[in-house]
Structures are given as C-alpha cells and as structure tokens.
Nanobody
Framework: QVQLVESGGGSVQAGGSLRLSCAAS??????MGWFRQAPGKEREFVAR????????YYADSVKGRFAISRDNAKNTVYLQMNSLKPEDTAVYYC????????????????WGQGTQVTVSS
C-alpha cells in the first residue's frame, strides 16, 4: 500500500524558513513533487525532483528561494523554503508518480494529506 506522509509545516514570519518532509512507503517513484493550494485557489505546482538523476524543476514563483531534495535511502523528499512571503501561505501537498517531467496535478498518481504553511507579514 502506497502512502505519502508530509511533515514540517507551521507558522513563520515573512523572511523566515521552513523545511517540509514527505516520506513515501510502498514503492519508489521516478518523480516526486510538491504542490500548494491557497484558499479559493487551484492547486499549483511548486517543485519536482526525479529519483534517478536528481533533476529538479521549480515554479518561477519559488525559484531561488525553495530547494527540493531527496534521500533515496529513506525514500523521503524535502522542500527547504527560505525567504518566505505571505503569498506562500497554503496547504502544501507531496505528490508521487512516474512521469519525470510532470508539473500538472493529474500527472501524479499518489498524494499526501497536506501540511499547512502560514507566513505572516
């Protein structure tokens, strides 16, 4: 049974940092990504990393501030978020699949339950 379990969300002031973790169980995936959904908005792509080549890709809105990484031995992916802004406030979701260039929600097969990130000004 596949499970994705996120952790690390919380509240922080603008300019602060948080690190999210997503532990996968049940199988490994060619790609894992992070998405976020703010109230009243659609879920949007944040970052993606491939399992084999550690290739990364970011949304323009987070490029240079966020960093995605993974630990193969732990089957875990991380999202280091620096220089956080109030507009980064959202529920952050971990996603997993086998499409190594996926940026759309429908391209990912499995999803975590989400973790809240709140950035105050």
């Amino acid at each position: 049974q596949v499970q994705l379990v996120e952790s690390g969300g919380g509240s922080v002031q603008a300019g602060g940092s948080l690190r999210l973790s997503c532990a996968a169980s049940g199988r490994t995936f060619n790609a894992m990504g992070w998405f976020r959904q703010a109230p009243g908005k659609e879920r949007e792509f944040v970052a993606r990393i491939t399992w084999r080549w550690r290739s990364t890709y970011y949304a323009d809105s987070v490029k240079g501030r966020f960093a995605i990484s993974r630990d193969n031995a732990k089957n875990t992916v991380y999202l280091q978020m620096n220089s956080l802004k109030p507009e980064d406030t959202a529920v952050y979701y971990c996603a997993a699949g086998d499409n190594t260039i996926a940026t759309m929600t429908w391209e990912y097969e499995y999803w975590g339950q989400g973790t809240q990130v709140t950035v105050s000004s």
